[in-house]
């Protein structure tokens, strides 16, 4: 018998996706009406529409454009807007900075939130007074973050410059490039340790304690133990932070940047979200601004779908 | 069974000072006179100013017209996170609601379409987001503060799990009791979704808190300053002073964090596993 399979064309497949209710509905059990849904959803998605869609559409229509700064109408240019960015050797330098600043704050509050939850983890006595100490400060909002640092940095009062000048280095925060970027970072990582702590911890405690026992027997020396068994089954918690803290670095630290460098930019370390900002607001150039926008938007889409996988296979791990 | 370990102690504790020692400081600070603080540095004890610097800040008038005063703007912060928040809690439960309980066409295109928002934080978008304000006239009004912020379906995520966690076997039941859509909601999700409701409301209240960069581009008026935008005017104004009101600024900055540091140290528990268990 040659009863060839029906295969719906593609064009089908992709009505039938746009159209059938759904092929995994959340519930065996759900309405049925033909409005109520609607009226539920209509909110969320009058919302989304204006706030979330018309912004992203214009943002990418306008990095065609070069928009006169004055008002007077708007000239399309194609690709110019993106070309002039990526070859302006003022947009690599930030680049530049913004991976070192991304790829440092990732690094050490990664490694001290390891750190100190691997060892919080291992006391008996004063546990949770370290974990409430610990985790305290997680919700302090960045331009908060950023004043305190300024203060701890600056250049007359600051315990940290005091402390540098006892070993000869004479901090100069918000003049010096060098400087401002060690300020910067040490502040942004301060505000990102607890959220790695809080997730290794409880990614370590959620190890049987059959494995721990097992483990204690295997290998005696405590550095092997933490190499051959806790690491590995961190492994996926620390990918799926890996991608939080990157994400972190590149955009939700605006605030304590725009607060450090007091509006002084320009001669101070800044990243590519503080950049888009500047040329946008401050420089009014809004065709230039909205292709640096639009690139970030790229970056962190894929950033988030990387995420996103890793959630997956966390769960599949876990 | 397990030794006192010293030198685990000592990481825990030199992690905990470099962690808890700024905000400390930043307290004890705010309650010296800011000559005392520009001649001998930052505090770890307190100083008998305190009382003197918070009622003047929370009462002077302010910024660069004089027209906000620091209670100006906490209102103006509890504005913004309570509105936030009840605005989040309501929305993108009614949207879980509708995503999660009825069969309907074009759903799919419809979940993608909200689930999108996850993708691109305010910020890659702010200057389009700016323009759009402006076009409809909300800039400097609550309303234009707060409800673009909604924008992102974090909320919805977090609701729509849990709806899915719900035995069906409520829905049938309510069903078998002739109630609709609207009875079932309110009868029997809204009151079960109470703790959740709680936690997101929290949570968002502190996020619409600590908002910055939103609030400083949708306020021209100082009347409708917050608190983080109050932070940056205090600054500007520093600039070229003999000695800066490093009381001042820090009072400002413990009055914003407050909020936060008691919500995460309250709800600590609550905190963590809302954290580490909603990303799955």
Known sequence: ?318 | MQRFRPFDHLILLLGAAFLVTPVVMAFMSSTHAATEIHMNGLFLSPGGEGMATYEKVLTQKGGFTGTVTGARMVMNSTILGLGFALGKVVVSMLAAYGLVYFRFRFATPIFWMIFTTLLLPLEVRIMPSYQVMSQLHALNTYWGLIIPLLASATGTFYFRQFFKSVPDELLEAARIDGAGPVRFFLGVLVPLSRPMMAAIFIIMFVYGWNQYLWPMLMTTDERFFTLMRGIKTILQVWIGSQIPDYNEAFALAVLAMLPPLGVVLAFQRLFIKGLTESDK
């Open chain 1, 1 to 318: 018998m040659t009863a060839s399979p029906v295969v719906p064309s593609p064009f089908l497949r992709l009505r039938q996706w746009w159209t059938r209710p759904s092929a995994h509905p959340a519930k065996v059990a759900q309405f049925d009406r033909p409005l109520a849904p609607w009226l539920f959803v209509a909110p969320q998605l009058l919302i989304v529409a204006i706030f979330f869609y018309w912004p992203s559409v214009q943002a990418v229509t306008s990095s065609f454009y070069l928009e006169d700064p004055f008002g007077f109408g708007a000239a399309f240019v194609g690709l110019d807007n993106y070309r002039e960015a990526l070859s302006s050797t003022e947009y690599r330098n930030i680049a530049g900075f913004t991976a070192l600043f991304a790829a440092t704050v990732t690094a050490l509050s990664l490694g001290l939130g390891l750190l100190l939850a691997v060892k919080a983890d291992a006391v008996m006595r004063g546990a949770g007074a370290y974990k409430t100490a610990l985790i305290s400060v997680y919700a302090i909002a960045p331009p908060v973050v950023g004043l305190i640092g300024m203060m701890m940095f600056d250049m007359h009062i600051g315990p940290f410059t005091k402390a540098a000048a006892l070993f000869g280095w004479e901090m100069r925060v918000g003049i010096d490039y060098r400087d401002t970027a060690v300020a910067l970072i040490t502040v942004a990582v301060w505000k990102q340790i607890p959220y790695n702590f809080i997730f290794f911890l409880s990614g370590l405690q959620a190890v049987p304690s059959s494995v721990r026992e097992a483990a204690l027997i295997d290998a005696r020396s405590g550095w092997r133990r933490f190499r051959d068994v806790t690491l590995p089954l961190l492994a996926p918690t620390g990918f799926f932070l890996l991608v939080i803290n990157i994400t972190y670095a590149l955009f939700d630290t605006f605030g304590i940047i725009d607060v450090m460098v007091k509006d002084k930019p320009a001669n101070n370390p800044i990243t590519l979200v503080y950049k888009v900002y500047l040329d946008g607001f401050k420089g009014n150039d809004i065709g230039g601004s909205s292709a640096q926008s639009v690139i970030l938007m790229v970056v962190v889409a894929a950033l988030t779908v990387a995420q996103f996988r890793l959630i997956e296979r966390r769960v599949h791990y876990g």
